[in-house]
């Protein structure tokens, strides 16, 4: 699976942006999906995760009721909607895919994941 994240962009503090990721070839539909972040000099780190089934979502604590993950299996599409966007959360955004059976702890690991998109860039200015 090759996944395209876009919905990348520049935004005054505040303000909300939203990232969509979709693959190139196959479904979404039999993997949990996840976005990850690395703002320069950093380490990459889990922002939030979907399960296959949509049902259980996670996030970490800093993009928590901010950052609203879902997708739409129909449209082959999972998305990462982000609101009240600060400084701080500047950073290359990817999307990643793991198997099902993948359990719901392990979605925060980067290294759970087998597909990567190729990032987007988000900026938010203060």
């Known amino acids: 699976v090759q996944l395209q994240a876009s919905g990348g962009g520049l935004v005054q503090a505040g303000g909300s942006l939203r990232l969509s990721c979709a693959p190139s070839g196959g479904t979404l539909s039999r993997y949990n999906l996840g976005w990850f972040r690395q703002a320069p000099g950093k380490e990459r780190e889990f922002a939030a995760a979907?399960?296959?089934?949509?049902?259980?979502?996670y996030y970490t604590d800093s993009v928590r009721g901010r950052f609203t993950i879902s997708r739409d299996n129909a449209k082959n599409t999972v998305y990462l909607q982000m609101n009240s966007l600060k400084p701080e959360d500047t950073a290359a955004y990817y999307c990643?895919?793991?198997?099902?059976?993948?359990?719901?702890?392990?979605?925060?690991?980067?290294?759970?994941?087998?597909?990567w998109g190729q990032g987007t860039q988000v900026t938010v200015s203060s």
């Open positions: 979907i399960s296959y089934s949509g049902m259980q979502t």
């Open positions: 990643a895919a793991a198997t099902a059976v993948t359990a719901g702890s392990r979605l925060r690991v980067g290294s759970s994941y087998s597909y």
